[in-house]
Protein backbone atom coordinates (compact mmCIF):
# COMPACT_ATOMS: atom_id res chain seq x y z
CA UNK A 1 0.00 0.00 0.00
CA UNK A 2 1.41 3.54 -0.46
CA UNK A 3 3.21 4.93 2.43
CA UNK A 4 1.88 8.63 3.48
CA UNK A 5 3.51 11.33 5.33
CA UNK A 6 2.58 12.34 8.31
CA UNK A 7 0.52 15.42 7.47
CA UNK A 8 -2.35 15.29 9.20
CA UNK A 9 -5.32 18.47 8.93
CA UNK A 10 -7.60 19.12 11.67
CA UNK A 11 -10.42 17.96 9.39
CA UNK A 12 -8.71 14.42 9.63
CA UNK A 13 -7.14 13.96 5.79
CA UNK A 14 -4.14 12.87 5.03
CA UNK A 15 -1.89 13.95 2.46
CA UNK A 16 -0.32 11.12 0.32
CA UNK A 17 3.23 10.91 -0.93
CA UNK A 18 2.39 11.10 -4.13
CA UNK A 19 5.29 12.73 -6.73
CA UNK A 20 3.61 14.93 -9.22
CA UNK A 21 0.47 14.58 -8.19
CA UNK A 22 -1.54 15.90 -4.85
CA UNK A 23 -3.73 13.63 -3.34
CA UNK A 24 -5.61 13.60 -0.04
CA UNK A 25 -7.33 11.22 1.67
CA UNK A 26 -10.22 11.28 4.25
CA UNK A 27 -9.95 7.55 5.79
CA UNK A 28 -13.49 7.62 7.27
CA UNK A 29 -16.69 10.94 7.18
CA UNK A 30 -19.16 10.50 9.60
CA UNK A 31 -22.34 11.48 7.18
CA UNK A 32 -24.97 12.01 10.05
CA UNK A 33 -27.73 13.18 9.78
CA UNK A 34 -27.71 12.01 6.28
CA UNK A 35 -28.06 8.55 7.30
CA UNK A 36 -26.79 5.07 7.62
CA UNK A 37 -26.60 2.12 5.19
CA UNK A 38 -25.51 4.64 2.12
CA UNK A 39 -24.88 1.79 -0.29
CA UNK A 40 -27.99 0.63 0.27
CA UNK A 41 -29.94 3.42 -0.16
CA UNK A 42 -27.61 4.68 -3.39
CA UNK A 43 -28.10 1.13 -4.73
CA UNK A 44 -32.89 1.64 -4.87
CA UNK A 45 -32.29 5.26 -5.80
CA UNK A 46 -29.97 6.05 -8.49
CA UNK A 47 -31.35 4.64 -12.33
CA UNK A 48 -28.37 2.20 -13.13
CA UNK A 49 -27.24 1.68 -16.40
CA UNK A 50 -24.93 -1.10 -17.90
CA UNK A 51 -23.21 1.19 -21.03
CA UNK A 52 -20.93 0.08 -23.94
CA UNK A 53 -17.86 1.66 -24.50
CA UNK A 54 -15.21 1.87 -27.75
CA UNK A 55 -12.00 1.49 -26.81
CA UNK A 56 -9.13 0.90 -29.62
CA UNK A 57 -11.95 0.48 -32.20
CA UNK A 58 -13.56 -2.53 -30.03
CA UNK A 59 -16.62 -1.93 -28.43
CA UNK A 60 -17.57 -4.05 -25.36
CA UNK A 61 -20.06 -3.80 -22.09
CA UNK A 62 -18.43 -1.77 -19.48
CA UNK A 63 -17.49 -3.77 -16.30
CA UNK A 64 -19.71 -2.13 -13.96
CA UNK A 65 -22.65 0.31 -13.50
CA UNK A 66 -22.84 3.96 -14.25
CA UNK A 67 -24.83 6.84 -13.72
CA UNK A 68 -23.86 10.56 -15.33
CA UNK A 69 -25.69 13.14 -12.59
CA UNK A 70 -25.09 16.77 -12.66
CA UNK A 71 -26.57 20.47 -13.07
CA UNK A 72 -28.13 20.72 -16.66
CA UNK A 73 -25.67 21.88 -19.41
CA UNK A 74 -23.26 19.57 -17.77
CA UNK A 75 -22.48 17.23 -20.68
CA UNK A 76 -19.54 14.90 -20.79
CA UNK A 77 -17.25 12.97 -23.32
CA UNK A 78 -15.06 9.95 -22.96
CA UNK A 79 -14.47 6.98 -24.00
CA UNK A 80 -16.49 8.04 -27.69
CA UNK A 81 -19.46 8.73 -25.55
CA UNK A 82 -21.41 11.96 -24.87
CA UNK A 83 -23.10 11.79 -21.12
CA UNK A 84 -26.23 14.20 -20.67
CA UNK A 85 -26.64 14.40 -16.92
CA UNK A 86 -29.30 12.97 -15.19
CA UNK A 87 -30.76 15.54 -12.68
CA UNK A 88 -29.41 15.36 -9.25
CA UNK A 89 -30.76 12.71 -6.53
CA UNK A 90 -31.16 13.74 -3.29
CA UNK A 91 -29.10 12.15 -1.34
CA UNK A 92 -26.33 12.60 -3.97
CA UNK A 93 -26.94 16.21 -4.06
CA UNK A 94 -26.69 16.38 0.00
CA UNK A 95 -23.55 13.84 -0.32
CA UNK A 96 -22.30 16.66 -2.53
CA UNK A 97 -22.93 19.71 -0.32
CA UNK A 98 -20.97 17.57 2.57
CA UNK A 99 -17.87 16.91 0.29
CA UNK A 100 -17.89 20.66 -0.71
CA UNK A 101 -17.65 21.11 2.98
CA UNK A 102 -14.88 19.12 3.22
CA UNK A 103 -13.05 20.04 0.40
CA UNK A 104 -13.72 24.08 0.09
CA UNK A 105 -14.32 22.96 -3.70
CA UNK A 106 -17.75 23.94 -5.74
CA UNK A 107 -18.95 20.55 -7.86
CA UNK A 108 -21.72 20.54 -10.68
CA UNK A 109 -21.54 17.19 -11.87
CA UNK A 110 -20.74 13.39 -10.23
CA UNK A 111 -20.07 10.25 -12.57
CA UNK A 112 -21.18 7.13 -9.84
CA UNK A 113 -19.80 4.00 -10.21
CA UNK A 114 -21.72 0.40 -9.17
CA UNK A 115 -18.75 -2.28 -8.59
CA UNK A 116 -21.33 -4.86 -8.15
CA UNK A 117 -18.29 -8.06 -7.06
CA UNK A 118 -14.97 -8.36 -7.52
CA UNK A 119 -15.33 -9.29 -10.92
CA UNK A 120 -16.22 -5.73 -12.05
CA UNK A 121 -13.62 -3.20 -12.41
CA UNK A 122 -12.21 0.16 -14.37
CA UNK A 123 -9.21 0.43 -16.70
CA UNK A 124 -6.58 2.65 -15.89
CA UNK A 125 -7.30 6.05 -17.07
CA UNK A 126 -6.92 9.71 -16.35
CA UNK A 127 -9.51 12.57 -16.13
CA UNK A 128 -8.27 15.12 -18.24
CA UNK A 129 -11.02 15.63 -20.67
CA UNK A 130 -11.22 19.08 -22.09
CA UNK A 131 -14.24 19.84 -20.02
CA UNK A 132 -12.40 19.27 -17.04
CA UNK A 133 -10.02 21.74 -16.97
CA UNK A 134 -6.41 22.09 -16.83
CA UNK A 135 -5.78 20.71 -13.40
CA UNK A 136 -9.22 19.27 -12.07
CA UNK A 137 -10.47 18.64 -8.97
CA UNK A 138 -12.06 14.77 -8.37
CA UNK A 139 -13.20 14.08 -4.99
CA UNK A 140 -14.06 10.33 -4.74
CA UNK A 141 -16.27 9.37 -2.33
CA UNK A 142 -16.66 5.35 -1.67
CA UNK A 143 -19.49 3.43 0.04
CA UNK A 144 -19.84 -0.20 0.72
CA UNK A 145 -16.72 -2.86 0.25
CA UNK A 146 -13.30 -2.25 0.11
CA UNK A 147 -11.65 -1.91 -2.84
CA UNK A 148 -8.18 -1.00 -3.65
CA UNK A 149 -7.37 1.93 -6.41
CA UNK A 150 -3.94 1.56 -8.30
CA UNK A 151 -1.91 4.57 -9.70
CA UNK A 152 0.46 4.72 -12.54
CA UNK A 153 2.81 7.48 -13.24
CA UNK A 154 2.25 7.91 -17.40
CA UNK A 155 5.70 9.54 -17.98
CA UNK A 156 8.45 7.97 -15.52
CA UNK A 157 8.02 4.48 -16.01
CA UNK A 158 10.95 3.65 -12.97
CA UNK A 159 7.87 4.86 -10.54
CA UNK A 160 6.55 1.95 -8.96
CA UNK A 161 2.47 1.65 -8.58
CA UNK A 162 1.03 3.08 -5.69
CA UNK A 163 -1.80 1.52 -4.27
CA UNK A 164 -4.56 3.04 -1.79
CA UNK A 165 -7.38 1.15 -0.56
CA UNK A 166 -10.77 3.16 -0.24
CA UNK A 167 -12.47 1.62 2.51
CA UNK A 168 -16.66 2.46 2.91
CA UNK A 169 -17.04 6.03 4.09
CA UNK A 170 -13.67 7.17 2.79
CA UNK A 171 -13.14 10.14 0.09
CA UNK A 172 -9.90 10.46 -1.28
CA UNK A 173 -9.66 13.96 -3.40
CA UNK A 174 -7.04 14.59 -6.33
CA UNK A 175 -5.83 17.57 -7.53
CA UNK A 176 -3.52 19.51 -9.47
CA UNK A 177 -1.29 17.83 -11.35
CA UNK A 178 -2.35 14.03 -10.81
CA UNK A 179 -4.28 13.56 -13.96
CA UNK A 180 -1.64 14.91 -16.24
CA UNK A 181 0.78 13.00 -14.32
CA UNK A 182 -0.62 9.58 -13.43
CA UNK A 183 -3.39 6.77 -14.07
CA UNK A 184 -6.02 5.26 -12.06
CA UNK A 185 -7.77 2.18 -11.85
CA UNK A 186 -9.83 -0.33 -9.78
CA UNK A 187 -8.58 -3.66 -10.74
CA UNK A 188 -10.65 -7.11 -10.62
CA UNK A 189 -10.04 -9.07 -6.90
CA UNK A 190 -10.29 -12.58 -6.82
CA UNK A 191 -11.11 -12.75 -3.32
CA UNK A 192 -14.93 -12.47 -2.17
CA UNK A 193 -16.08 -8.83 -1.91
CA UNK A 194 -19.21 -7.28 -1.54
CA UNK A 195 -21.04 -4.25 -4.08
CA UNK A 196 -19.20 -0.71 -3.94
CA UNK A 197 -21.01 2.37 -5.07
CA UNK A 198 -18.03 5.39 -6.06
CA UNK A 199 -19.09 8.60 -6.64
CA UNK A 200 -16.85 10.66 -8.10
CA UNK A 201 -18.01 14.60 -8.04
CA UNK A 202 -16.31 17.07 -10.68
CA UNK A 203 -16.68 20.43 -11.93
CA UNK A 204 -17.79 20.71 -15.83
CA UNK A 205 -16.27 24.08 -17.46
CA UNK A 206 -19.65 25.56 -18.90
Known amino acids: MIVH????????????ALPDGDLRLFPAIDFAPTGKDMLSRLQASIPWRQESIT???????????????????CTYRYSGRTWHPEPWDSLVADLRSQVEGLTGERFNSALLNLYRNGSDSMGFHADDEPELGKTPVIASLSFGAERVMHF??????????RKIALPDG????????????????IPKT?????????????RIMI
Not at 55 to 73: E, K, S
Request: with cysteine.
Open 170 to 185: SLLVMRGETQANWRHA
Open 5 to 16: RENRKTNGSLDL
Open 152 to 161: RHRHDHSLPT
Open 190 to 202: RRPVGPRINLTFR
Open 55 to 73: LFGRTHAQPRLICWMGDAG
